[in-house]
């Protein structure tokens, strides 16, 4: 009888200990079981390396100690390559470290269907990002190819700015920006190529809703910043007031040996 009345009591709690019941929660990284549906277990989650200070002040790029950083004339903390040439976009901030953890909830969202990590991922962004997100006019996904949007037949960093604009409240204009031609993959190109490969790739599809505009771009992985830089000057050339970034995690400078 206890049994059974423990668990009607759960069914009486609504769909979401329903759905506990027929399908027992799990974490979204590991087949450890937890207390609620889209939460991480322990362990998991203490895998996860959330950006805190030292890091640029400008492009977010995680510092290990502030030895590895130098400051400008206000005595902010800057990166040896904003310090040299201040990049398009006036701030970027990521909430995750890219590293063996956060790459257990980037790559599957981005490559095995699994858009439900959007969730998570976002109420990191809401985080590392809360004051740009506060001063935004309008978020905007950098956007995929076409071509690659068929293949995988969502767009990452379109999904994780509409969670952005409901946890924020904030408008999303997913068509925004468009990427005009195809580029090759990046992942092992270095920050100079990486830029040439990304010039006049982009361009701004609406440019009535940028003119005057803080426009906060949206992405999932920041490697070099080449990419957020390159959206970042099509949206300042369309009138935007201002250009800033938030992505989910950020791949440290590997030029940082210890960060």
């Known amino acids: 009888m206890r049994a059974s009345g423990a668990w009607l009591g759960r069914l009486k709690n609504g769909p979401e200990k329903l759905l506990d019941v027929l399908l027992p929660p799990h974490c979204l990284t590991c087949d450890a079981e937890v207390e609620r ?10 895998g996860l390396n959330l950006i805190s200070a030292p890091f640029c ?15 400008n004339t206000d005595g902010a903390l800057l990166c040896a390559p904003c310090l040299a040439r201040a990049p398009g976009f006036a701030m970027a901030r990521a909430a995750l470290r890219y590293d063996e953890g956060a790459k257990r909830l980037i790559l599957p969202f981005k490559h095995a269907d699994r858009t439900e990590m959007a969730v998570p991922l976002a109420r990191f962004m809401a985080r590392a990002g809360a004051e740009m997100l506060a001063a935004a006019d309008v978020l905007a996904p950098v956007p995929a190819h076409w071509r690659r949007l068929i293949a995988r037949r969502y767009d990452q960093a379109a999904l994780l700015a509409q969670r952005l604009g ?4 904030r408008r999303v204009v997913p068509d925004l920006l468009r990427r005009t031609r195809a580029t090759l993959p ?9 830029a040439a490969l990304v010039a006049d790739a982009f361009s701004v599809a609406r440019p009535a809703r940028v003119a005057g505009k803080r426009v906060l771009l949206v992405d999932d992985v920041m490697t070099s910043g080449a990419t957020a830089e390159a959206c970042a000057r099509a949206l300042l050339a369309a009138g935007a007031a201002r250009v800033e970034v938030l992505a989910a995690a950020r791949v440290p400078d590997p030029r940082l040996r210890a960060a």
């Open 57 to 71: 002040a400008r492009c977010g790029v995680p510092f290990a100690h502030e030895g590895e950083a130098d400051r």
């Open 186 to 194: 990046l992942g092992d190109k270095g920050a100079a190529e990486r």
């Open 166 to 169: 409901r946890l924020s409240g």
């Open 37 to 46: 549906q889209g939460s991480f277990c322990a362990a998991c989650f203490s």
